[in-house]
Every structure is written in structure tokens, then in C-alpha cells.
């Protein structure tokens, strides 16, 4: 199989799907839709079967020259792996939460997700930095055509939101590209991981790119476009951009800030460390007052994203394992929850809470799996959302207890608003008719249900499965960056000692200005 371009294969058949899908009716496209997203999960099982644990860095690599300063290359470490086996897992399950939701220009809307499949593989494969680039940017217009045509009343203003967003900030990102090039001679990723740039053009490439990651992540206070992408995006769309597109700001700095800007990461580690615990505290108190279940779970995304960052900058092997398998699971628990709106939804066309209540007396298979992604949300020990959080606040507490201390509050503010959204839809009296005639799941919502259940138990009870791949790459990625390794809760009280002079000159010169 190392010979074998299966990850070619892998980029080929959802567009060759989504080709087929733009020029088919509604019955013929998501036939093609379901028949090419299978195709590719079962190419996934295969490459996660061939994958040699103790083999290379990189495996299934192909190479190919296709003009000056541009290369088709492609290769896996056990880092992508996970990712590819995540997108693949899930995009299915996507077009089956389209099944029956879209009937308007469904051949468009399943070429767009398709299209988009082959993207976000193409990003967790490409080595070389200008295809990186290219699939980076171009998911973005995929996600900009779902939202945009197909989403709710302002999908138009939630679309061009999303768009600006994440287009603005990839600007900085391809100028620090150029300079790399230049600098190091090569466009190849995994050489350029092991380069040693300046230390001080590091700082200048690490803001480039930490304004794309960030963005995209997405990190406060540059998160506000994900609520509204989130709420007006029809289902499906929803379930894959918490469930993947999010993933690749994480991977991003994996792949690139962390490994080619280890001194500039370990300086701006207590920037992160700000930022993410501020989204912790304050996107878990503004979900608390929400009556939009989507927009709800799209704040509580920003919330468990900066656990993400936290273990990523804690420069430790447990912080980036615990990371890594933050990010793959809430993939599929964010994923799950919209889903789980997404079914009720089609049922009452309307995510407001207060319409909602007693589903347990008629829905009750639906209130099972509701509650089971809700207590992973919160992290109950067993389900997948204990081990990554455990993990990564492990890592951080190694650096700063106050730091860990803070993100901690994350899962105490996660436990309030999850269980208040599930006792205030699921639990109570049945006021309205029409929600206690709703039926519960039919055979295609549990084809969607149980595999998300089970991944979810699977991940929580024997983790060891996601993180064996991801082990040997995590420790060389530990092994570059711990020549920088940030001094914890020294740089944050540096950090917040200069703050507090900054602020006490800006506040002295304003009294001076008053008596003037």
C-alpha cells in the first residue's frame, strides 16, 4: 500500500462525485453524494489498517513536479491520519442529515460538500506549502456557497461574515509563505518544519500565520462569525464545520507555528494562554443567556476550541496529546449535537428552546442519545470529552497552575448551560401540542445516531486507539519545540506586570490630559 497513491485516490473520488452530483437531479446526486462519501470512509479504514505505527515520520508519500516552484506532494504523519479518519467518518453522516432537508438545487449542494471533502483531505495530505495554501483557502468557498444558498433568513450577511473573516486573515499567511521560500529554498513542509529561521523574523511569521489559525480556530475575540455561520448554515453544514473546518486552525499550528516558530510560539505562549481562557470564561457565560439551541452549542465550540490552544502551548506531551484528542472529539460531539438539533428541527422548524420541553415522554430513544452527547460535552469520564480535557489541563498545570485553575472553570460553566439546554428541552411539562406529536427517530437518524454513539463510548473507554498513531509524531514535535519551552506562570506574572504599567501610564496620562 506505500505505493499505492491512495491518498490521490482519496482526493479524486469525491470530486469526480461532486462533477457527477452538479450534473444530476436531486435523486441521482445525494445516490452519488452517499455512494462516493462511503468510498472514501472505506479508504480511510484502509489507510488507518496500512499505517505502520513504529514505521516513518511520513508514509504514503507521492511526489510530483508540476511546474516551477509548485509540487504535487502528499504524505500522512499520524497527526493527519486522525483528521482524514475524522472528516471521512463524518462527511457520510452529513449527507445523510441532507437526505431529506434540501430539496432546492440539490445537485449544487451536494457538489459543494464533496468538493469540500476533497479539500480538507488535501489540506491533512498536502506537503508541499503552496497546496496546503491553495486547499487551505479554497474550503472556504464551498462553506460560503452552503451558507449562503441554502442556509436560514440571514444567511447572506452570516455568509460574507464568514468569508471576510477567514479570507482576511489567510492574506498575512501567504506573504509570510513568500518569505519563508526565499528563505529557506524549498516549499517542502517537512523540510521547512526542521529549518531553523531567524528568531527574529520568527516573531513577524508566527502573527502571519496566527492571524489565519486563530481566525479559523476560532480564537477570541475573533470568534463572532462562527455563531451566526452556525445558525443560519443548514445542518449538515453546521455538523461539518464544528465537526472539521475548525480542526485545521488547530492543525495549523501543529503543522506550522509551533514546529518552524518554536522561540516566537514560546514568547507569544502567554498571549494564547490569555486569549484562550478569556474565550473559556466569557463565550461560556454569553451560551448560558442563548435561546437559540445552535447558537448555544456554537459558543460552547469557542469555549472547548481554547482547551485546544491551552494544551497546544503548554509545550508539554500531555497538553498536545490532550489536544489532538480534544479536537477529535468534539469533531464528533459538537457534530452530534447539531445533529441531534438538526432532527428536531426538521420536526417544528424551530431551534428557539422555549418551543421545546418533555421530548423524554415521546422521544424517548432521542432523549438517550441527546443526554449521551451532552454529558461527553461536559466531559463525563467514559465518553471521549473526559480524556482530551483531562489531558490538556494536565499539560497546562505543569506551566501555570493559574492558568489551569481558570481553563478549569470552563468545565464547571460547560455543565451549567449544557445541562440547563437538555433539562429545558428534554425534561418539564408538554406545553404545545405539536412538539408532543412529534415522532421519534425514524431508520435514518439512527444510521446517523449510532455511530457517532459509539465512536464517542469507543474514544472515552479505550483512547489508546486514536492516540498510538498520533504518540511517536506528538513526542518529535515535543522534542522541537522544548528548546524554547515558555517558564509558565513566570511569563504570566511578567506578562501581567507589564499590562498593569501599561495601563497605569494610559490611565496617568488621562488625568494629566483632565488637568490640562
Known sequence: MTSFPILSLMLLVPLVGAVISLMSGRETARMVALCATLIDLALGIVLWAHYDIGGAQWQFQEHADLFAGFSWKLGIDGIALMLIALTVFLM??????????????????????????????????????FLFYIMFEAGLIPMYLIIGIWGGAERIYASYKFFLYTLLGSVLMLI???????????TDI???????????????????????????????????????????????????????????????????????????????APMVWGLSIAAVVITSLIALVQNDMKKLIAYSSVAHMAIVTVGLFAFNRQGLEGSMVVML??????????????VIYDRLHTREIARYGGLAINMPYYALFFLLFTMASIGLPGTSGFVGEFLSLLGIYQQSSLIALIST?????????????YRRVVFGVQVHADTAAMPDLDAREWAMMVPLAVAVLWMGVYPETFMAPMRKDIGTLEARV???????????????????????????AARVGGVK
Open 409 to 421: 472553570t470552563g468545565i464547571i460553566l460547560g455543565a451549567a448551560y449544557m445541562l440547563y439546554l
Open 329 to 342: 472529539s468534539h469533531g464528533l460531539v459538537a457534530g452530534a449535537l447539531f445533529l441531534a438539533v438538526g
Open 92 to 129: 457520510p453522516i452529513c449527507i445523510g442529515a441532507s437526505w431529506t432537508a434540501i430539496e432546492k438545487r440539490a445537485g449544487e449542494y451536494y457538489a459543494a460538500f464533496l468538493f469540500m471533502e476533497t479539500l480538507m483531505i488535501g489540506v491533512f495530505t498536502a506537503q508541499d506549502l
Open 176 to 186: 509570510a509563505m513568500f518569505w519563508m521560500v526565499n528563505e529557506a529554498g524549498t
Open 482 to 508: 522544548a528548546i524554547a519551552k515558555p517558564r509558565g506562570d513566570a511569563d504570566v506574572k511578567t506578562v501581567s506586570r507589564k499590562a498593569a504599567a501599561t495601563a497605569a501610564v494610559a490611565l496617568g
Open 190 to 268: 517537512p523540510t521547512l518544519m526542521q529549518y531553523d529561521f531567524p528568531v527574529q523574523a520568527q516573531t513577524w511569521l508566527f502573527l502571519a500565520f496566527f492571524a489565519s489559525f486563530a481566525v479559523k480556530m476560532p480564537m477570541w475575540p475573533v470568534h463572532t462569525w462562527l455563531p451566526d455561520a452556525h445558525v443560519q448554515a443548514p445542518t449538515a453544514g453546521s455538523v461539518i464545520l464544528a465537526g472539521v473546518l475548525l480542526k485545521m486552525g488547530g492543525y495549523g499550528f501543529i503543522r506550522f507555528s509551533l514546529p518552524m516558530f518554536p522561540v516566537a510560539s514560546a514568547h507569544f
